[in-house]
């Protein structure tokens, strides 16, 4: 596997090392038999936090033997259920998610929008499983069955890496997920993951200039974009859209009496995004009654809603378009619609 090493409290009754502690991405491994120890949880808090996904998710033989591990032992963790062999040379554990299994299967780690979404990241996830696999690979296997070679038709997106940076096991970091997810998503759909990585705290705006290194020249303009202020995937792909038209539009907005409001479009458009994470949602009597004040407000208000968002985003264009231009406190409201126009047919989204 790719990037650093792992630490793992074997089960020989070794003690961590605390020197192992500086290396970049420990793996602790706790097997039923150490789970009471008082040292380990503290150990294992200090040394990889909460959030650090998969910090036990896939072990090599390597690693176990670097940790104390005889053979027999691995041999006997793995009959006993506490290990789970899930490739040659790598093991998992009973709390190991099925889809970095999956990926370990192929030969690789969890990567690209599988693994964003693992994290929790809003992503337009497409069904398949995306894999990040090491240049030198050339063993790839089925991803539910490790002893069959991969299908040529199947649902696995592989993302090939020369250089990988170091990720917890099992899993691609962050930034080299969301650097090949720029090439796997719609760009306002990655934009909206980039918006949620970073809102998440996934991302830092520091781990942005990495990110910038790994992405081509129209993702990079699309990072100067970015908003950690947007609360949902479908608000930032139509707040990338109205940009994109030329129009002015800001995040967030604090109505008196009506409370906070997705996006609002030259001042006088409201547009709420409207959706769970991945349907249409009705319109309940609070958002009825806030549309009633934000029209009384002279406010004119668009919900377009997950399908169509995500499906026909042309028509969320002209929706928006229509409204500026047909909204009479807009300042020269016709050349702002004319030109949106000119920009959404050179955008394709006539
Ligand atoms: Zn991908």
Redesign the pocket.
């Known amino acids: 596997m790719f990037g650093g090493r792992a630490t793992l409290c074997g089960d020989q009754g070794m003690a961590p090392k605390l020197a192992s502690l500086a290396r970049p991405h420990p793996i602790l491994l706790i097997t039923e038999h150490h789970a009471g120890r008082t040292d380990v949880p503290s150990w294992e808090s200090r040394t990889l936090g909460h959030r650090d996904p998969g910090s036990m998710d896939d072990a090599t033989t390597h690693d176990l033997r670097a940790a104390g591990w005889t053979r027999r032992g691995i041999a006997r963790a793995v009959d006993a259920g506490d290990l789970i062999r899930v490739r040659r040379g790598h093991y998992a554990t009973a709390r190991t998610p099925e889809a970095v299994m999956r990926a370990i299967r192929v030969g690789g780690r969890l ?3 599988s693994e964003l979404r693992y994290r929790g990241v809003w992503v337009l996830d497409d069904g398949a499983l ?1 894999v990040q696999v090491a240049g030198h690979t050339s063993d790839l296997r089925h991803p539910d069955a490790g002893t069959a070679p991969m299908p040529a038709d199947s649902e696995v ?1 592989l ?1 090939w890496h020369d250089e990988a940076e170091p990720g917890p096991a099992g899993h691609a970091s962050v930034v080299d997920a969301l650097a ?2 720029s ?2 998503l719609e760009r306002r759909a990655w934009v909206a993951s980039v918006d949620s990585a970073l809102r998440r705290g996934e991302l830092s705006r520091a781990t942005v200039h990495a990110l910038r290194q790994r992405v081509n020249a129209a993702a990079r303009r699309d990072l100067e974009g970015v908003d950690a202020r947007a609360e949902s995937g479908l608000e930032s792909i139509v707040r990338v859209l109205a940009t994109d038209l030329g129009l002015r539009v800001r995040p967030q907005v604090t109505f008196r009496g009506v409370g906070r409001v997705d996006l609002v479009v030259e001042d006088w458009i409201v547009v709420e995004a409207d959706g769970a994470a991945f349907h249409d949602v009705s319109m309940s009597a609070t958002d009825r009654r806030r549309d009633a004040m934000l029209t009384a407000m002279n406010r004119t208000v668009l919900r377009p809603g997950y399908s169509l968002i995500v499906s026909d985003v042309a028509a969320v264009g002209r929706q928006l378009i229509a409204a500026v231009g047909n909204h009479r406190r807009v300042p020269r409201s016709g050349e702002l619609a004319a030109r949106a126009r000119i920009r959404a047919r050179r955008l394709g989204i006539p």
């Open positions: 990567g690209c929008v995306h997106r993302h090949d997810a090439r796997c």
